[in-house]
T-cell receptor
Framework: SQQGEEDPQALSIQEGENATMNCSYKTSINNLQWYRQNSGRGLVHLILIRSNEREKHSGRLRVTLDTSKKSSSLLITASRAADTASYFC??????????????FGQGTILTVHP | GAGVSQSPRYKVAKRGQDVALRCDPISGHVSLFWYQQALGQGPEFLTYFQNEAQLDKSGLPSDRFFAERPEGSVSTLKIQRTQQEDSAVYLC????????????FGEGSRLTVL
């Protein structure tokens, strides 16, 4: 079963605007990761944030994590048409074997219009 | 190799046929995962290998699903007596096994059961 919810399910913006996607999860985690998937392709890792981190940046990406609310957000600044894709959050549960098994959300479909 | 390679990319099977899906992970990656992705959904965990050992198969939906990685490199996911509900994209991912770690995904094998 999937870990949690992503919000919104779909987002349509103009090039140059910022895009914000939210993710909620249910269990205690070691880390949370964001992946991107272009239509008909595999997933590509974007960024990882550990449970003891609150914010992380990578290029035009900014991720926040609030473990008290069990939620995360992904901000893409100055979006480009090439950012059009589905975006998934994924969590690695705390405890257990912690070997990298991820639980994915249902994804946000982002469309950036030129 | 340069990335995770999966074959076939597309497979059409008649209900009741057996299928085999192959995954060639990144050379040297210890961990290998299989995920199932239904249309419009996030990937769902099927099974995990560390080298040749299958350490977690909790996500396999039924005993018709079987995975192996006999030499700790290439893996095969076999589905016996396919059913229509098996139609999905099957994604393979590998990682170094170091924690925390990102997963490197292949492009997937799209299975359609008629």
């Amino acid at each position: 079963s999937q870990q949690g919810e992503e919000d919104p399910q779909a987002l349509s913006i103009q090039e140059g605007e910022n895009a914000t996607m939210n993710c909620s999860y249910k269990t205690s985690i070691n880390n949370l990761q964001w992946y991107r998937q272009n239509s008909g392709r595999g997933l590509v890792h974007l960024i990882l944030i550990r449970s003891n981190e609150r914010e992380k940046h990578s290029g035009r990406l900014r991720v926040t994590l609030d473990t008290s609310k069990k939620s995360s957000s992904l901000l893409i600044t100055a979006s480009r048409a090439a950012d059009t894709a589905s975006y998934f959050c994924a969590t690695e549960d705390a405890g257990g074997t912690s070997y990298g098994k991820l639980t994915f959300g249902q994804g946000t479909i982002l469309t950036v219009h030129p | 190799g340069a990335g995770v390679s999966q074959s076939p990319r597309y497979k059409v099977a008649k209900r009741g046929q057996d299928v085999a899906l192959r995954c060639d992970p990144i050379s040297g990656h210890v961990s290998l995962f299989w995920y199932q992705q239904a249309l419009g959904q996030g990937p769902e965990f099927l099974t995990y290998f560390q080298n040749e050992a299958q350490l977690d198969k909790s996500g396999l939906p039924s005993d018709r699903f079987f995975a192996e990685r006999p030499e700790g490199s290439v893996s095969t996911l076999k589905i016996q007596r396919t059913q229509q509900e098996d139609s999905a994209v099957y994604l393979c991912a590998s990682s170094t096994g170091l924690a925390p770690g990102e997963l490197f995904f292949g492009e997937g094998s799209r299975l359609t059961v008629l």
